[in-house]
């Protein structure tokens, strides 16, 4: 007796029913990836940004270490009367105000003689 039914049998499947578990996982592992990918990238850019942050500390540290060293070295091996080690002293006080007044002039608005973060009205005395 055959049998009359409206369920396919197993050579007849509908391809897609089969394929669909496959491709399900197939696009759950893509979505992994790139979420992986994404914290990978993340990551990576930390590691740059501190690579480069440490880079520029290490720079600036070794030149401003061998500045000061050497012009500190120079004047302690010179006699403390000495003309050059008293223009050393006064060059390095001077040197000092004066980078402090330069920066202090950078965050002045020039026209009204306020610092730069304070509003024209706030800045006026009327």
């Not at 850019?45 to 480069?52: D, F, H, K, P, Y």
């Not at 030149?63 to 000061?68: K, L, P, Q």
């Not at 223009?87 to 003689?113: C, I, N, T, W, Y």
């Amino acid at each position: 007796m055959t049998e009359n039914s409206n369920q396919p049998r197993g050579s007849e499947a509908n391809p897609s029913d089969e394929a669909s578990p496959a491709l399900k996982a197939a696009a759950d592992a893509v979505s992994d990836a790139r979420s992986d990918a994404a914290a990978s990238a993340k990551v990576a850019a930390a590691q740059v940004r501190s690579g480069v942050s440490a880079g520029a500390y290490y720079s600036a540290y070794g030149v401003s270490y061998g500045v000061v060293f050497s012009g500190v070295f120079l004047k302690e091996l010179l006699p403390i009367d000495s003309s050059i080690r008293r223009g050393f002293e006064q060059g390095v006080q001077d040197g000092s105000a004066a980078a402090v007044e330069a920066v202090a002039r950078l965050h002045v608005v020039p026209e009204l003689g306020a610092p730069a973060n304070e509003t024209p009205a706030a800045a006026s005395p009327n």
